[in-house]
DNA sequence: TGAAGCTGACTGACCAGTCAATCGATCGCC
DNA sequence: GGCGATCGATTGACTGGTCAGTCAGCTTCA
């Protein structure tokens, strides 16, 4: 584990990005993970225990920054709309530094919770709740009208970005930053005004 | 084919429902269809190509329903809050009569249409631009603003209802009417406020 | 010299799809 | 009204290929 030579696990994770982005965890074999990485086979067992730990690892690795995001926007003193687009700016930056990975995460892991452990599912979870308790403060504090639960809002908001996400990661037109922006502030936009009071 | 005796590709298809909502289309045994079915193993053969055949049945089955009443709803001359109103109670009422079929469409087939051939992206798309219709008819009528663009409308709409059933599908949270009711409302009314001028 | 890093051939299990054979309903014909 | 021909429906054992994960051994470096 030497700072100077390459980390063959970093190689491997990012590897397999690419490859989960290409083929889908599914339909791709370990061996294409393994050449893609420019390895051998067997040092992919050396590093993790099954191709699901892989992904697992990615997941994770992505999404614990993202739940740290949410917690430190809502923690600082800004707006429920500003707290809202930092968590927006966050996720579709995201997207935008590592399409491969968020198209992994989204498709891979957040939209196919069911058949791995329930340990995503609570991750995930989190999140939704991080976003609610935005909300929350923001119903607390007048900002935001109670019709509408914590709860909800959180899965609107979320559903939006992720809907968008999706329509890059299939639709294959390539995207500039303008877009990037845009949609921020169009997402935001829309859902806080069906929010505020 | 008789109306008296029991129709074998229709009950090869509502057992795939259950063991597709059950284990995934990925996880599941072709043979675990053909048990849950009642029916020998090559039967499923005799009525369908392949294992994937039988998901894009189902899928295109119910898709088509639904393509068609949005079509409806945005020929109708109701206000685009109420157009809204009655596709996002298409989807939740689809939810409702049968949640496993639902469940199959969104987590196996909404959310991985990379895996699958094109055919279905292209259906998925004629959804959202069935949405996009209707808001597009809304701001030419002076009802809903322009900053948004159609397009972008439709993937947060279709976005939130998606979560709000992806939320009932792992949430494992039994939902009652009064439930289903009400998230109809507050969707039409977080997404449309934030449209409306 | 020894331990961690690394290699890739091998195996055991699994499963989609095939196929040859049987069943049974319907029909034409005497 | 009985008899066999025909053909779709139905059966389930079998095959061929695939691949995750193993392991015995080699390399490198401290």
Request: proline share 0%.
């Given at each position: 584990m030497t700072t100077a030579a390459v980390d063959k696990r970093r190689v491997i994770l990012d590897a397999a990005v690419r490859v989960f982005a290409r083929q889908g965890f599914h339909t791709c074999r370990v061996s294409d993970i393994a050449d893609e990485a420019g390895v051998a086979y067997g040092l992919v067992y050396h590093y993790f225990s099954s191709k699901e730990e892989i992904l697992d690892t990615l997941f994770l690795e992505r999404w614990d920054v993202m739940l740290a995001a949410i917690a430190e926007s809502d923690a600082s003193q800004r707006s429920p709309r500003d707290k809202l687009y930092a968590v927006a700016a966050f996720i579709i930056d995201s997207y935008r530094h590592d399409p491969e990975l968020m198209k992994v995460i989204i498709v891979e892991v957040t939209r196919a919770?069911?058949?791995?452990?329930l340990t995503h599912l609570e991750k995930i979870r989190e999140a939704y709740a991080g976003i609610a308790g935005i909300v929350e403060h923001a119903q607390a504090d007048g900002l935001f009208r109670s019709e509408i639960t914590p709860e909800f809002a959180a899965q609107a908001f979320y559903g939006s970005v992720e809907q968008v996400l999706t329509g890059w990661i299939f639709d294959s037109v390539p995207i500039g930053a303008p877009e990037f922006e845009r949609a921020k502030t169009l997402i935001v936009e829309t859902i806080c005004r069906g929010l505020e009071r």
């Open positions: 919770a069911n058949t791995f452990g």
